[in-house]
């Protein structure tokens, strides 16, 4: 079960040593817990300290999403999960001895007090949505009685997978898995007229941006 603590506990309650995952190897993506709309605030503190030759990345996931401002339609970035943030290390116990020190609330999230990065198959879908700038673009798709259907965009991967829409908010759920343990999370994503015009953009070769204008 993965356990968020507050940094004290988890000091008082970890091992004299901190253990880390026997799973661990290479530059793995580690899960941090910090205060919800601290992230950037985190990271600009974490980077300075990155030993980039040791291929170390900090960085929050961010997801476009639609927003109706003054009559119109605007896209943003958004966390995609707020509260957490990613750092890529080889070498996880230095950073959360790093962690400790800093005056900002933030632990390393562990399963079995142990510190766990997350799953080989959690990190190529990470990987594979939001791309090498870890941000999830807006998917655009379709719906035809109980089938929602993905034409162009990073839910493209999850085909099936899609919990709940919200026309009106233009945006689409999906369970992701994190340390084993799934969060459900609003992905934006337009939908077009229908199926047969979905079918006949994507025959067309309709760029996405051209689809976006026609989607609702």
């Not at 910090?34 to 300290?49: A, K, N």
């Not at 839910?155 to 459900?184: M, N, T, Y």
Request: charged share 30%.
């Amino acid at each position: 079960m993965m356990e968020e603590q507050s940094r004290d506990a988890a000091v008082s309650d970890a091992p004299p040593q901190e253990a880390v995952s026997p799973e661990a190897s290479g530059c793995d993506w580690y899960v941090i817990r910090v205060r919800s709309g601290h992230e950037d605030e985190m990271i600009s503190v974490l980077r300075p300290m990155m030993r980039t030759e040791l291929g170390e990345e900090v960085f929050t996931m961010k997801k476009e999403k639609d927003v109706h401002y003054r009559g119109e339609h605007r896209i943003v970035c958004k966390a995609a999960f707020p509260g957490y943030i990613f750092f890529v290390t080889p070498d996880a116990a230095g950073m959360n001895e790093i962690l400790k020190k800093l005056p900002l609330f933030g632990f390393l999230l562990k399963t079995n007090r142990q510190i766990t990065p997350i799953l080989p198959e959690e990190k190529e879908f990470l990987t594979v949505i939001g791309g090498k700038d870890h941000i999830v673009d807006i998917s655009i798709g379709f719906k035809e009685g109980d089938e929602i259907g993905v034409v162009v965009g990073p839910l493209s991967a999850v085909k099936g997978r899609i919990l709940k829409l919200d026309r009106h908010k233009r945006i689409a759920q999906i369970e992701v898995s994190l340390l084993g343990e799934p969060h459900p999370v609003w992905f934006g994503f337009r939908v077009l007229r229908s199926r047969s015009e979905a079918e006949e953009l994507v025959r067309k070769g309709r760029r996405r941006d051209e689809m976006a204008a026609l989607s609702r």
